[in-house]
């Protein structure tokens, strides 16, 4: 069972920078992906970035060069950096983990994605 709780949304203007936060309560698996991922009302959740335990990062291309995401592993921490926020990052953000043994490729799909936060809220206003 993995815990995670989400933490650092809130209302910015357009063009602003939030930080996100994504504790862990377990990061002992050797083989895992966090991501994270927004849902606006009416629309499908979407993946927006990831991280696996070996570091390697992928985004969404509409997030590209302005979200960053990390992992501080001794801290049992994810950060999602936004920048350059505009309003339709507004959104319900939320991070997930998947664990696997052996291999698996390197999801952005929230189907694939077992444990999830109750999620923080970020609002963009022009």
């Known amino acids: 069972q993995v815990v995670l709780v989400e933490s650092g949304g809130d209302s910015v203007q357009s063009g602003g920078s939030l930080r996100l936060s994504c504790a862990v309560s377990e990061h002992s698996y050797s083989s895992y992906y966090i991501g994270w991922f927004r849902q606006a009302p009416g629309k499908a959740r979407e993946g927006v970035a990831a991280?696996?335990?070996?570091?390697?990062?992928r985004y969404a291309t509409s997030v590209m060069g302005r979200f960053t995401i990390s992992q501080d592993n001794a801290k049992g921490t994810v950060f999602l950096l936004m920048n350059n926020l505009k309003p339709e990052d507004t959104a319900m953000y939320y991070c997930?983990?998947?664990?696997?043994?052996?291999?698996?490729?390197?999801?952005?799909?929230?189907?694939?994605?077992?444990?999830w936060g109750l999620g923080t809220q970020v609002t963009v206003f022009s």
């Open positions: 991280i696996a335990d070996d570091g390697r990062t």
């Open positions: 997930a983990a998947l664990v696997y043994a052996g291999t698996h490729y390197f999801s952005l799909e929230a189907g694939e994605y077992s444990f």
